[in-house]
């Protein structure tokens, strides 16, 4: 079962920007794969995801802002981050399908404040 681990999370101001990392412990090539978020209290929500052909999908509230991309090589998905504002706080997720299940890292805590 692949593995993944998630980086790049921190504080940051509202406006700015991250770049967060998900490295796969083995191939990410022909798999689909997601970036999830999760505020307290509230429940997980899918924020961009990425398909085997490339194609990307975004939630509205992400749309325009984020950008999903992955490197096959380095077998690593990243999620690019821009113009934060407050309730983008959260954990984020990194998620990929196995043989019908959902496979989960432990997550990187983005928080946007002043």
């Known amino acids: 079962q692949v593995q993944l681990v998630e980086s790049g999370g921190g504080l940051v101001q509202p406006g700015g920007s991250l770049r967060l990392s998900c490295a796969a412990s083995?191939?990410?090539?022909?798999?689909?794969m997601a970036w999830y978020r999760q505020a307290p209290h509230k429940t997980r929500e899918l924020v961009a995801s990425?398909?085997?052909?490339?194609?990307?999908y975004y939630s509205d509230s992400v749309k325009g802002r984020f950008i999903i991309s992955r490197d096959v090589g380095k077998n690593t998905l990243y999620l690019q981050a821009n113009s934060l504002k407050p309730e983008d706080t959260a954990v984020y997720y990194c998620?990929?399908?196995?043989?019908?299940?959902?496979?989960w890292g432990n997550g990187t805590l983005v928080t946007v404040s002043s």
């Open positions: 998620n990929t399908l196995e043989y019908g299940m959902n496979i």
């Open positions: 083995g191939s990410i090539w022909g798999r689909f």
């Open positions: 990425i398909t085997s052909g490339g194609s990307t």
